[in-house]
């Protein structure tokens, strides 16, 4: 139960008790109840991207040489340009959100794991040290889901042009008579749905391993400096 300032104020038992629960309940609706709803939030948001992305590169995959006309082109790029209007909004709105929340989370797992390494287990019981883990444990989980689910983006992103341009070039043999106009110069100008927090963390699965190097540096930067 965290500590209670009353100000100087006595306050019989019971009337503690109600004022310690409260704010014990306002402190754990904050974080991580609070933190964690908007992480899901964004992990489905980006997830409901990341799934529009493969259902188009299914429909790629699943068309043939000569139904990948100019017209399927088009709409199919046209849905793409959908997706990306929807993931410039998502950017948009957790932005500085996302960057705020990776900055708690990755200050919460430095301070727990400093506190493991530099305490004794008879100095914490057993329910202190549990909550410990599980507190590190949502805040890692929560760095990692950010990165898995958003880092998801730029992958779908790099498959759908593959798979766009992989099916240009067999029309294109397949076709050979044919000599028509294709979008395959568009692929250049595709964004590559890299989702940031305020442009300074960038949500990519290949900062995974970097993100738990930097954890256990920052992690013995602050054991050395105590």
Not at 29 to 40: G, K
Not at 86 to 110: D, K, M, N, R, Y
Request: aromatic share 12%; with cysteine.
């Amino acid at each position: 139960m965290p500590m209670l300032y009353t100000f100087g104020l006595e306050l019989n038992y019971h009337l503690t008790l109600i004022l310690s629960c409260t704010k014990s309940l306002a402190i754990n609706i904050l974080y991580p109840t609070w933190i964690n709803l908007v992480v899901q939030s964004y992990c489905l948001l980006c997830h409901g991207a990341s799934k529009l992305i493969s259902d188009l590169i299914v429909e790629i995959k699943d068309c043939s040489p000569q139904e990948f006309t100019i017209s399927k082109q088009k709409d199919i790029l046209k849905m793409e340009s959908t997706v990306h209007k929807a993931v410039l909004e998502v950017q948009s709105i957790f932005s500085l959100t996302s960057f705020l929340i990776c900055i708690v989370h990755f200050c919460v797992c430095i301070t727990i794991l400093t506190a493991f390494i530099n305490v004794t287990n008879s100095e914490h019981s057993f329910f202190v040290q549990s909550v410990n883990i599980l507190y590190f444990v949502n805040s890692f989980g929560g760095l990692l889901a950010c990165l898995w689910v958003a880092g998801a983006c730029p992958n779908k992103a790099k498959n759908f042009k593959e798979a766009f341009g992989r099916k240009i070039r067999e029309r294109k043999l397949h076709e050979r008579w044919v000599s028509e106009v294709c979008f395959a110069e568009s692929l250049n100008e595709l964004s590559d749905y890299t989702l940031t927090g305020c442009e300074i963390i960038y949500f990519q699965r290949s900062s995974i391993l970097a993100l738990s190097g930097t954890l256990l540096t920052y992690t013995f930067l602050l054991i050395s400096w105590r």
